[in-house]
């Protein structure tokens, strides 16, 4: 239920040290491909800083990081080191609670950016308190009814100049080279997903707060088959 959901490195620089988002969340996708922040009711992207990187510019980050190696953990291992993002590691734990057992999950992080390979593990995430943001509002529940999806390939970020959402859309879908599933562009948010060609990887992003000095931006890869919803 819906409640009250070419990269210049010299751009980047200057806030490299900066502690972007709380280490007690995650950011994973769930069945639409939405970003799903686990740990808190509240959206985790709020506190990343803006970087001045343009939407399409974002979507060939994402690229590098999660599609251009072939969707395999080893090539999204490399592709971090070689980003232009100056992505640090870092260890997400959350302590047991409960019949919850303890749960640790790997990220790479900057100040505007989450990045993340998620191997479909989530022994240890029931019950988490979870926030979905859906265009204008947040589904704020537990981890159980609402799940992440499918192996997946995830960067989150919050873009200071996001620019024309339908070139961003437009991007992905020549990136892809697939079949739109459903897009959707409007002044102050865009989402939509594709499924790529003779495989069982679906692409999705989705656009909030376009019309604030900062949009959050997610885009992921899920490898669908076999996913339960």
């Not at 537990?142 to 995830?154: E, L, M, T």
């Not at 909030?208 to 076999?226: M, N, W």
Request: with cysteine; net charge positive; hydrophobic share 45%.
């Amino acid at each position: 239920m819906r409640r009250c959901m070419v990269l210049l490195p010299a751009l980047l620089a200057g806030a490299a040290t900066a502690q972007p988002v709380s280490a007690a969340t995650m950011i994973l996708s769930e069945g639409y491909g939405r970003p799903m922040t686990i740990g808190s009711q509240d959206d985790a992207r709020e506190a990343l800083q803006p970087v001045p990187l343009s939407g399409v510019a974002a979507v060939e980050a994402f690229h590098a990081l999660c599609l251009a190696g072939g969707f395999k953990p080893e090539a999204f291992a490399t592709a971090v080191q070689a980003s232009a993002l100056q992505l640090q590691a870092e260890q997400v734990q959350f302590e047991p609670v409960g019949k919850t057992p303890a749960y640790a999950h790997d990220r790479f992080v900057a100040p505007g950016a989450i990045v993340s390979w998620w191997d479909g593990n989530e022994l240890g995430l029931k019950g988490r308190p979870i926030g979905i943001r859906d265009r204008g509002a947040i589904v704020a529940s537990g981890y159980g009814p609402f799940k992440a999806v499918g192996r997946q390939c995830n960067v989150s970020m919050k873009l200071a100049q996001a620019g024309d959402l339908q070139a961003m859309a437009d991007r992905i879908g020549a990136i892809t080279g697939g079949t739109p599933i459903k897009v959707v562009v409007k002044p102050k948010w865009a989402d939509g997903s594709w499924q790529v060609p003779n495989s069982t990887l679906r692409v999705s992003f989705a656009v909030v707060d376009a019309g604030k000095p900062a949009a959050l931006v997610h885009f992921t890869v899920q490898d669908i088959e076999g996913a339960k919803p």
